[in-house]
Structure formats: C-alpha cells, structure tokens
C-alpha cells in the first residue's frame, strides 16, 4: 500500500511536490482549482506538463490523485448549476489527465430531499456526457473519475455501497468510472470496521455490489463524530471515534493492498497532514498486517 496526504498547491503546483516530499508522501493529492470557487485556475498547459514529468520521475511520490471541486452537483434540479457543474468537471479531469494524476476522486452531489431515484438519471447522463467531453478536448482518454462515499448528511449521493453500484449501473457499467472509499465517511454512514472479522465484511460487501476492480483509491481518516453521526468531520489518526485499531483492521485486507491511500486529516497543528500523520498510517497499516498474520497462524494450527 502507497501512503500519502492531500496537499496544498498554494503557490503553485510544482512546490506542492516538494511538500510531498518533506513528509515522507507517496502519493499526493491535489484539488485541481480552488475547491469552493467555480473559477478555474488556468494552468498553461506546458505547467501541467512540467508537473507530470516531475512527478513520473519522483524518487518518492508514485501516484498523483486530484480531488475534484466541491461546488459540483450533478443532482442539482437548477439547469443553470447543473451546466455549471458539468463544465468544472469537464475542466477538472482536463487538468488532472494532463497533470498525469492517476483519478480524479468527485463528490457527485446531493438531491436536496427530492430522493435519489429520481435523480439517478440526470447523474448519470451528466458523468457520461462531462467524461466524453473531457476527452474530446483532450484528444485521448481522460484519467479515471472516482465516486466518493459519502457521510450521509441531508440528500448527498453515494452514501452507501448500494448507491454508488446503482450509479455506475446507470452508466452502464462504464469503465472511465470507479469508486474512492474515504474512512471517515464509511465510518459516519454507519459502517463500522471495528475488527478483522467486520473489516472483512465490509470489503465482501463492497466486492458483491461495486467490484472491487472498481476501487482505485482510499482516503484515510479518523472521525470526529461517532458511528452513524452522518457528519463528514475528519480528525487525525488514533484521536477520533474511528482510532487505530479499526483503521489498521480495514487497510490490512488483502484485497486493498497496492492502493493509495491518502490522509485528508488536519495534522499536528490544524495546517494539513505532517511526516508524524504519514508515518502513523504506515504503523496502523502494520498493525494490522500482525493481527492478520496472527489470526492466519492461529487458525492454522487448530
């Protein structure tokens, strides 16, 4: 497993990686815009290929991730918002295809109470249509858009497993689109990986309704908020109702191995993730590869 962080790109893209770097990253996370602005930030695209360059060469850093502007909602019932929405996107897997960045991870949006069969339709036509856009402009295919999981606070979309298979159904399978599993959000909606044996439902029950060659990335964080708040409240590893143990018992399956994974957690000083976060995330992931072990070594011996 390549552990990472979600980091700033304040002042530019390519002093992000160095960031990276001063905390042990492998993989690094960036939003491709301001996420709560609907104006883009206008890279030149020799920038944009400047960074990809970089970051394939990186002795660290092995994967780049985008994360996609939170404005979007391609559930909006408002024609003009939706247009809008579809158009960021658009821009958003532009940016992050030729940054070189593996996914670009979407919070699809919210039906503000109207309920989610009624705006499966519209999500999908809208991810369709913003994905063949992309890479008509672009002239090749567009890096891979992850559906995040969400919390489950008022209308949001994705707040269960069931939900992001029925979005991709509705897509009809396409393969442009897989899922990423963010911790806190699973741990929010009511989903609890407490231990081995619940982590391991939990990846079965993932397998049985998305696939889970549909998994392309995880984001690791704690919970402010107990199981089941339905609040999307991250805190750092080993100090919030979720702690080290679960998380280890989730990211030691077998099955996630390989992924990146990355720390959206405030840090030590509420500045971002440090080298303390991403060596706490390699520890749990350890931990949790003991117990595995353990329990292999036990059951073989009976």
Request: glycine fraction near 10%; charge should be neutral.
């Amino acid at each position: 497993m390549l552990f990472g962080a979600h980091v700033s790109a304040a002042g530019g893209l390519l002093p992000a990686l160095e960031r990276a770097e001063a905390i042990g990253a492998e993989v690094i996370q960036l939003h491709t815009q301001s996420p709560r602005v609907w104006r883009p930030n206008d890279y030149p695209e020799e920038l944009l290929e400047t960074f990809a360059a970089m970051a394939a060469r990186h002795r660290r850093v092995k994967v780049t991730v985008c994360h996609a502007s939170y404005l979007i909602n391609l559930a909006s019932f408002d024609r003009a918002l939706l247009e809008k929405s579809r158009a960021c996107l658009v821009t958003n897997l532009e940016v992050a295809t030729r940054m070189g960045a593996a996914c670009l991870v979407l919070h699809i949006g919210s039906h503000l109470g109207s309920g989610f069969p009624t705006v499966l339709a519209t999500v999908a036509d809208e991810l369709a249509a913003a994905l063949d856009r992309a890479e008509e402009r672009l002239g090749q295919e567009s890096c891979r858009l992850l559906l995040e999981n969400t919390a489950g606070a008022g209308g949001t979309i994705g707040r269960s497993f069931s939900e992001l298979a029925a979005v991709i159904a509705a897509c009809s399978g396409d393969r442009r689109l897989g899922i990423c599993l963010d911790t806190q959000h699973l741990f929010a909606s009511g989903v609890s990986f407490s231990s081995l044996e619940e982590a391991d439902a939990v990846v079965a029950e993932l397998d049985a309704t998305v696939g889970l060659e549909r998994l392309g990335c995880l984001h690791l964080n704690d919970s402010k908020v107990p199981l089941g708040a339905n609040r999307d409240r991250h805190e750092n590893l080993g100090e919030g109702c979720i702690g080290e143990r679960a998380l280890g018992s989730l990211l030691s399956h077998p099955a996630l191995q390989g992924l990146p994974a990355v720390l959206e957690v405030p840090g030590p000083e509420r500045k971002g993730p440090g080298p303390a976060d991403v060596a706490a995330a390699r520890r749990l992931h350890r931990n949790g590869l003991r117990r595995r072990h353990s329990r292999a070594a036990r059951a073989a011996a009976r």
